[in-house]
């Protein structure tokens, strides 16, 4: 089945020392997103990529990067990981944006 | 800038009653999606609601969009324990650029 697959499910790291979170998707999809999500919240969207295209959100800190080495790859980078950065992180894909966001099930990132 | 304001936040009610959840926001939409998560997965799509005035039916989930585009609301008749879960609804406002929010979410216990 076409799906978005995130790993690994549950990552734990040290305050301070880089972490890589990954996304792959077999939709095939032009659009894929990042969303931060801490408990009872929405999803806050961090950055998206329109094919090759980049665009973060004027919010989201410089310690949360992103890279999209191909269509079906997407990886959160954070440099710095700080303990307010613990949080579920979401990937997600659309065809084209604003169309249904298919979600993957997430990353639950802990920072001692 | 959170566009799309979700009531109630909280909702905790017995079986078999029923609800009612509200997305408003002071723009215009070409189109509306509604979500529901359930802990520890990601948001599922339930329903894209397009036409002003628009009312769209899922089993026992009603949808209705406003007729300004600007509002939408989630009726639920006789809830079940399986309807427990994070409800968001979404969407990317008309001439806001490729920004794509979330609302504040409603979170739903339904108690057997």
């Known amino acids: 089945d076409a799906m978005v697959i995130q790993n690994p499910r549950y990552q734990v790291t040290q305050f301070g020392k880089p972490v890589t979170l990954s996304c792959s998707q077999t939709?095939?999809?032009?659009?894929m997103y990042w969303y931060q999500q801490k408990s009872s919240q929405a999803p806050k969207l961090l950055f998206h990529y329109y094919d090759k295209d980049f665009n973060n959100e004027a919010d989201t800190p410089d310690n949360f990067q992103s890279r999209r080495p191909n269509t079906s790859f997407c990886f959160l980078d954070i440099r710095s990981p700080g303990l307010g950065d613990a949080a579920m992180y979401l990937c997600?894909?659309?065809?084209?944006?604003?169309?249904?966001?298919?979600f993957g099930p997430g990353t639950r990132l802990t920072v001692l | 800038t959170q566009l799309l304001e979700q009531s109630p936040q909280f909702l905790s009610i017995q079986e078999g009653e029923n609800l009612t959840v509200y997305c408003n926001s002071s723009?215009?939409?070409?189109?509306l999606q509604w979500y529901r998560q359930e802990p520890g997965e990601g948001p599922v799509l339930l329903v894209t609601v397009v036409t002003g005035g628009e009312v769209k039916k899922l089993k026992r989930l009603t949808f209705q969009f406003g007729d300004a585009r600007k509002d939408s609301s989630l009726h639920i008749t006789a809830a079940q324990p399986g309807d427990t879960g994070l409800y968001l609804c979404a969407s990317r406002a008309r001439g806001g650029g490729n920004q794509f929010y979330f609302g504040t979410g409603t979170s739903l216990t339904v108690i057997p």
């Open positions: 939709l095939n999809h032009n659009v």
């Open positions: 997600a894909t659309s065809r084209a944006l604003g169309r249904e966001q298919f």
């Open positions: 723009s215009v939409f070409s189109s």
